[in-house]
């Protein structure tokens, strides 16, 4: 599965674990409300964003640590 489909399927409190890696981006990320989004680390874990637009969006309370 991808980080969208994770993302997709995570409901308020859960955290959606990203293994190191650069992981490119083709379009927008959409973390729900209350949701963790948690890489490995800053020097671990990248986002690269691909396509046009914003990289993510953060809805009400959610969060995103450990990357690039």
């Known amino acids: ?3 969208a489909d994770a ?3 995570a409901k308020a409190c859960d955290v959606v674990s990203v293994a190191p ?3 490119q981006l ?3 990320l959409y ?5 963790l989004l948690m ?10 964003m691909t396509g046009s637009g ?7 309370k959610s969060l995103v640590s450990g990357f690039t």
Do not use: F, K
């Open 1 to 3: 599965p991808t980080i």
């Open 7 to 9: 993302l997709a399927q």
């Open 21 to 23: 890696g650069d992981y």
């Open 26 to 28: 083709p379009g927008t």
């Open 31 to 35: 973390v729900p409300a209350a949701v």
């Open 39 to 48: 890489g490995a680390g800053p020097l671990q874990t990248s986002l690269t």
């Open 54 to 60: 914003n990289a993510l969006i953060l809805e009400d």
